[in-house]
């Protein structure tokens, strides 16, 4: 049987890695640390493991790449990582940086195309009332109902981009509040699935993958997100249609997304709404993880790591 925790020490050691490179500029030298170290983690581990998402095709990526079969041989499972959430974060010392894996059957977790996605993800609450083909402001009159909330207590989380200029307008146009960020959007799409977070409401657009990896957690804390592909190229679109996307119209729902049980887990590298960064104190390293299971389990883990000398 397979210890869930052993994917907790798989993050965790990506988190320690990178944190090695926190503030120095070298976002690229931080994310290849923390590849490096997970892999070697996943391949002691007594599982038959696939990447669906990873660091992109083989060519391109060395370690951790779509399709790469990890462990020691045994239960089946397909693998989601993000050993960086957030690699410029690290690079510049900011907050909200996470080492990420998520796992599930095989053939459970969307193999989504490395192409950007429209989301929208709420927590329990207000799980039945969204509507990705609805007004902004209709889906924050409804999310406020359901969550009994005046729609100016509701804060919505957005990726601070030129894109989202128009979907900011309209935010502020319904009186909720917005928190923008500049990086990672899986903690803060994760966010809305937790009590005591202060968000409500995640919107915007950004990478299909991270998408799929936020949605494992939010299905296990029960939430929901959905989701809509959108290519940014002819290309990326063909590429989506001969991965099996035939309408990249169509709302992609959470058992779209993760079709079974399924688990995540995600380890700070700098201090974020989830989870404390890498504190590194007289040798040994501290690190703070969330692990988040089917059942509905949240465990938030606190270690301690002696660091070779």
Known sequence: MINSLDFVKVTESAAIAASRWLGRGERNIADGAAVERMRERLGEMAISGRIVIGEGERDEAPMLYIG??????GYEVDIAVDPIEGTNLVANGLPNSIAVLAVADRGALLH????????LAVGPKAATVIDLDVSVKENLDAVARAMDKRIEDLCVIILDRPRHAEL??????????????SDGDVDAC??????????????????????????????CLGGNFLGRLMPR???????????????????????????????FCATGITDGDLVKGVRIVDG????????????????FVDATHRLPA
Do not use: C
Not at 68 to 73: A, H, P
């Open 190 to 219: 994760i966010a809305t699935a937790l009590p005591n977070t202060g968000i409500h409401v995640a919107m915007g657009i950004g990478g299909a993958p991270e998408g799929v990896l936020a949605a494992v957690a939010i299905k």
């Open 68 to 73: 790469e079969q990890l462990g020691r041989g």
């Open 233 to 263: 190229s002819d290309e990326e679109a063909a590429r989506a249609k001969a991965m099996g996307f035939g309408d990249l119209k169509r709302v992609l729902t959470l058992d779209d997304l993760v079709a079974g049980d399924a688990l």
């Open 112 to 119: 989504a195309p490395d192409s950007y996605m429209q989301k």
């Open 284 to 299: 040994y390293a501290q690190t703070h993880s969330i692990l988040v299971q089917s059942a509905g389990v949240v465990r």
């Open 168 to 181: 900011i307008k309209e935010v502020r146009a319904s009186g909720a509040r917005i928190r923008l960020i």
